[in-house]
């Protein structure tokens, strides 16, 4: 009887986490959508605090690892920089190249100061490491979708780049908890299997199909958007993963009911929207 009270309580409980995530991905998908149909301003402020609370997240995970102190906020100034002038219509790359360089410096000079005050205690090179590594690894990508929004067809190719990540989740949930049997990295994240892997590329397939003919899309380069999701949005989550197992942290942070922080939720878009911009870029 006592193991019976157990498994209904688990049953319970695994229900209501299922809800709560369930609610959590409705609002979040409503809010991404909404921001992304009535693009501008909308789109922008919704990106951007996205992208600074992942980044701030990413910078608690490695602060795990060595404490920050201040260059964080180095990491904080250029990126709202960056994502300033993705409002600008098609930035220059080397503008963007030369905001990087500066905030390179910025931390830099922070660690110099921070050196002679503390005399001699400093981390400047993890410091500049991590603080770059935040902004090429959240900031640009969010940079990108920014400036997606703004190319033609950029509000269907933006909805086509979200959906797909999402099928991709779903498509990998369910084929992993249905099927999975063969162990993808386990020593990266243990519940990701083989079998998920491949129905994620199906599901985010899938998911392209269908928004290439509900919103009337070119086949070729849009294509492409599934293939990205399909492959490399599994790969960002696995990258995430491996960041929190190394920091020896279960989630980025707590601010999501279901999901944890930020940075668990967008993961896998990191690498989606970063990848397709590169390619519809080249090939438009």
């Known amino acids: 009887m006592a ?18 995530r369930t609610l959590s991905s409705v609002v979040i998908a409503g809010v991404i959508l909404t921001g992304v149909y009535y693009g501008g301003i909308a789109w922008t402020i919704i990106a ?3 992208a600074l609370i992942s980044l701030s997240e990413f910078y608690g995970l490695i602060g795990k690892l060595k404490n920050f102190r201040v260059s964080p906020g180095v990491g904080y100034i250029f990126s709202a920089v960056f994502l300033f002038s993705a409002m600008k219509e098609n930035p220059q790359p080397i503008v963007l190249a030369m905001i990087l360089a500066l905030c390179v410096s910025g931390v830099f000079t922070v660690e110099v100061f921070r050196r002679q005050l503390t005399k001699g205690t400093s981390n400047a090179i993890f410091n500049a490491g991590g603080i770059i590594l935040g902004v090429l690894y959240v900031i640009i990508p969010w940079v990108c979708m920014i400036m997606l929004r703004d190319y033609s067809f950029g ?28 162990k993808l990295c386990e020593y990266v994240s243990p519940g990701k299997t083989v079998q998920g892997f491949v129905a994620g590329i199906i599901g985010s397939l899938i998911a392209n199909a269908a928004s290439i003919y509900f919103f009337s899309l070119p086949t070729y380069p849009v294509i492409f958007i599934g293939i990205i999701c399909g492959i ?52 438009l």
């Not at 193991?3 to 709560?20: A, D, F, H, P, W």
């Not at 086509?160 to 908890?177: E, R, S």
């Open 232 to 283: 490399f949005g599994q790969i960002g989550d696995l990258a995430e993963s491996l960041i929190k197992r190394e920091a020896g942290q279960k989630d980025s942070g707590n601010l999501i009911p279901g999901h944890g922080g930020m940075l668990d939720r967008f993961d896998s878009i990191l690498f989606n929207g970063l990848l397709t911009y590169l390619i519809l870029r080249v090939l």
């Open 48 to 50: 951007s605090l996205i």
């Open 155 to 182: 509000r269907q190719m933006l909805m086509t780049l979200f959906l797909c990540t999402w099928a991709c989740d779903v498509g990998a949930y369910i084929g992993g908890k249905s099927f999975g049997t063969v």
């Open 3 to 20: 193991v019976s009270r157990v498994e209904k309580s688990s049953r319970r409980n695994n229900t209501s986490e299922l809800g709560i």
